[in-house]
């Protein structure tokens, strides 16, 4: 259903859509509806994929471009006039369930995702559905932490998604209609997809998620016009013990018991077919290279490491691998042998950085739920910095007990999945994340076979206080800029503007802008249901606009909703 609004309303007030949400969602319809407004799209090349960075007139790729800046360089909106920024047109889909999908928008048309993988392709201009494409699920559908899809990936005349029963789907852009369909890895053993693939000129690459349940990570290319499988990089090698690490990238002790876990090793053997290391994002990609870069999730089971001994190889890690090949490269872990879940989701980000030297050089941003933004050498790997902590850190690498151990930063960050965005101009990275005290249980349970296995459990504490923030971190000193507290743990994803803009939700329902400078709160809308989703950015017929899910979360249990809201300027 679409709703189109014209003028009215606050300026720098909070705007509200509570009377629209009482309209109800589109009736049921087929597989794929059969309205469509648009007789063809222009076929997306890897010319316009390698050149989306400067594209202010679409949105290519789940983090807007290969390097994965979330930097939209259109300014048409700006720190001048962001207090007319108004809903031009909201459509609400047939699914109100938790939303994070990225919208991607190819030459005026738009295409989202919902929870249980539904995609809709929009009008961009008016939100007008074209198509409507309804997964047929499995009988088999195992997931961590909500029926999510994070988006789409567009390459082509093909629109491709990865689906929670594991498979991944190609579509026709212009009528939605299926084209192939393959399976990823079998979802009975606990395999699931709800990351955005990225296409690299004949490849689809996507990782999975299930870290949760036992499985063996991986990324894996497959071919776009046939759906084969081209490449297969596991996450966790057959040999994942690493070096006996005993310390985290600060220096400070992790409280393994090495001899403990050596006597383990004799007794178990090498855990990687069931250590897990899901990857949970999309890999940024580097041109110039040939090279990929993306971050490893938790080990498995989750809390108890008595099961697998040693680093337990590539879990909390940044990767980098061949496009061609998925040859491994380099990687850096940051927390061997985690037995807190502190692991690595928020996608990597590519750009030039300042070295120990001052010199320019090409490097790897990243996010963590262990709450810095780390600096990497895109290079080697090599850990060049870490930014000041965005959120507090008490009593860090106390191990878990059965009866509770006390942590922070709790299991959720840090920053979780939520995509950070950059400001090259300003040399700044925005993060969201959460503040959610919890104590960490561990009970040993043996490999469920394809059910969740965590291990123990990790629960937040009653009465103590949660909240997030909005970080803004000089990536070439590690010094926080601003930081600007938020009433509820923050998870979605932020975008930032060359109009001197930082958008992100909350899971209150308001959508703010704020001076990518200073963090000043410069506009905010509340949408009626949480805004846990990256915003996007698009022009049509020389009109910038910005554009959000408004669905909720399941992680956080923030209220659901079915909205699809695109704001521009009133006139």
């Known amino acids: 259903m679409r709703v189109n609004l ?13 009377s629209l949400l009482l309209l109800p969602g589109p009736v049921a319809g087929q597989e794929t509806g059969k309205t469509l407004v648009y007789a063809d799209m222009q076929t997306v090349t890897q010319d316009m994929l390698e050149r989306a960075a400067g594209d202010g007139n679409n949105f290519l790729h789940p983090q807007h471009n290969y390097a994965q800046t979330r930097f939209y360089p259109n300014r048409q909106i700006n720190t001048d006039n962001v207090r007319k920024l108004r ?28 929870a249980f993988n539904h995609v809709y392709a929009l009008d961009a201009e008016t939100g007008a559905e074209i198509w409507h494409y309804k997964h047929k699920m499995g009988p088999v559908t195992t997931y961590c932490c909500g029926p999510n899809n994070r988006g789409v990936a567009v390459a082509g005349n093909q629109v491709f998604m990865g689906t929670l029963d594991a498979k991944l789907v190609a579509l026709d852009a212009k009528t939605g209609k299926l084209l192939w369909e393959t399976e990823i890895a079998d979802p009975e053993l606990g395999y699931s997809e709800t990351m955005a693939p990225i296409v690299v000129e004949d490849k689809v690459i996507i990782g999975t998620n299930g870290g949760e349940y036992g499985i063996r990570g991986f990324v894996k290319a497959f071919d776009t016009a046939t759906g084969e499988l081209l490449w297969t990089f596991y996450s966790i090698p057959e040999n994942s013990v690493g070096e006996w690490r005993e310390t985290d990238p600060m220096g400070r002790s992790l409280n393994r018991d090495i001899a403990a876990e050596k006597k383990a090793l004799e007794e178990l053997g090498d855990p990687y077919e069931t250590l897990g290391g899901g990857v949970w994002q999309p890999p940024a990609y580097d041109p110039e290279t040939r090279r990929l870069y993306f971050v490893v999730g938790n080990p498995s089971p989750d809390l108890d490491g008595s099961l697998r001994p040693g680093d337990n190889l590539y879990t909390d890690s940044l990767v980098s691998i061949r496009v061609d090949t998925g040859e491994y490269v380099c990687h850096y872990q940051y927390i061997p042998h985690d037995v807190w879940d502190l692991d690595s989701v928020s996608p990597p980000i590519l750009t030039m950085v300042k070295d120990e030297n001052g010199n320019e050089v090409k490097g790897v941003l990243h996010g963590g739920k262990l709450p810095y933004v780390f600096v ?8 060049i910095r870490y930014s000041e902590p965005m959120v507090p850190i008490e009593n860090l690498w106390a191990l878990p007990t059965p009866e509770g151990t006390r942590m922070l930063p709790g299991a959720n960050g840090g920053v979780e999945w939520s995509p950070m965005a950059i400001n090259p101009n300003l040399r700044l990275a925005y993060a969201v994340n959460l503040h959610q005290p919890m104590t960490y249980h561990v009970e040993s349970t043996p490999y469920p076979e394809g059910k969740l296995w965590l291990g123990g459990a ?4 009653p009465g103590e206080q949660q909240w997030g923030n909005v970080t803004a971190v000089d990536y070439d000193t590690g010094a926080i800029r601003w930081k600007v507290k938020t009433e509820q743990p923050m998870i979605g994803g932020v975008l930032a503007t060359a109009g001197g803009l930082v958008f992100a939700g909350e899971g209150n329902g308001l959508f703010k802008a704020y001076d990518a400078a200073t963090g000043a709160v410069l506009w905010s809308f509340q949408a009626g249901a949480g805004v846990n989703a990256p915003p996007s950015s698009y022009a049509v017929n020389g009109k910038q606009y ?21 704001f521009t300027l009133a006139e």
């Open 6 to 18: 014209v003028g009215g309303g606050s300026t720098l007030g909070v705007l509200s859509l509570a």
């Open 87 to 114: 809903p031009a047109w909201i459509f609400q889909t047939e699914v109100v369930d938790t939303m994070e999908t990225a919208p991607i928008v190819v030459n005026g048309i738009m295409y989202v995702t919902t």
């Open 376 to 383: 990497h050498r895109a290079e080697d790997c090599s850990l």
């Open 458 to 461: 990790f629960k937040v504490i």
């Open 546 to 566: 910005i554009v959000v899910a408004a669905g909720g979360n399941a992680q956080l249990n923030y209220k659901r909703g079915n909205n699809i809201i695109a």
